[in-house]
């Protein structure tokens, strides 16, 4: 499995913007499908955004669609979440995961059952 750690965190105002940062060890990650979730106080974890081995398929939550783009660099074991215009109810940690399968170059799963390796999070906190 692909080991994961997210950086790129932090407190920032309402409206800024903020980009993640996943770096990924292992072999063959294009193989991997790649998917953001966060976590906010008291709530369930819920998908943000989530792209296929080879970039091209991508998807994103109905929150986040707009403000939120997910990119990738196979060359250098990356993967990317830009956020823009960030609300207080973005605030959360957002966690990066993998997850391979037979079509997980091409596809991507919005759900996190499906994913097998977890990053350690990274906390993302919105003030109004």
């Known amino acids: 499995q692909v080991q994961l750690v997210e950086s790129g965190g932090g407190l920032v105002q309402a409206g800024d913007s903020l980009r993640l940062s996943c770096a990924a060890s292992?072999?063959?990650?294009?193989?991997?499908?790649m998917g953001w979730f966060r976590r906010a106080p008291g709530k369930e974890r819920e998908f943000v955004a989530a792209?296929?081995?080879?970039?091209?398929?991508?998807r994103y939550a109905d929150s986040v669609k707009g403000r939120v783009t997910i990119s990738r660099d196979n060359a250098k074991n990356r993967v990317y979440l830009q956020m823009n215009s960030l609300k207080p109810e973005d605030t959360a940690v957002y966690y990066c995961?993998?997850?391979?399968?037979?079509?997980?170059?091409?596809?991507?799963?919005?759900?996190?059952?499906?994913?097998?390796?977890w990053g350690q999070g990274t906390q993302v906190t919105v003030s109004s």
């Open positions: 792209i296929s081995g080879n970039g091209e398929g991508i």
């Open positions: 292992g072999r063959s990650f294009s193989r991997y499908a």
């Open positions: 995961a993998g997850q391979t399968s037979y079509d997980s170059f091409y596809d991507v799963t919005t759900s996190s059952s499906e994913y097998a390796s």
